[in-house]
């Protein structure tokens, strides 16, 4: 299935909240139909979550 090829890659971006309009309601749509592309946004989101805490932000050096 194209679209769902051409989805996965924009995945990731949609994990990372960097998606907006058309591209993001596609991905919407397809995720909610598809259980892959929602197991792999799961999985991705459990990385992005981690690399969020691991990540020195601006917030955490202002506290140390
Ligand atoms: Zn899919």
Redesign the pocket.
Same mark, same amino acid.
């Given at each position: 299935?194209r679209? /769902?090829r051409r989805? *996965?890659e924009s995945l990731g971006v949609y994990v990372l909240g960097r998606l907006d309009g058309d591209e993001l309601l596609t991905v919407q749509a /397809?995720?909610a *139909?598809?259980r *892959?592309?929602r197991e792999?946004v799961a999985e991705l989101a459990v990385v992005v979550e981690l690399l969020e805490r691991t990540r020195p932000t601006a917030r955490m050096a202002r506290r140390s």
């Open positions: 299935m679209a /769902h989805l *996965r /397809h995720v *139909r598809c *892959r592309c792999e």
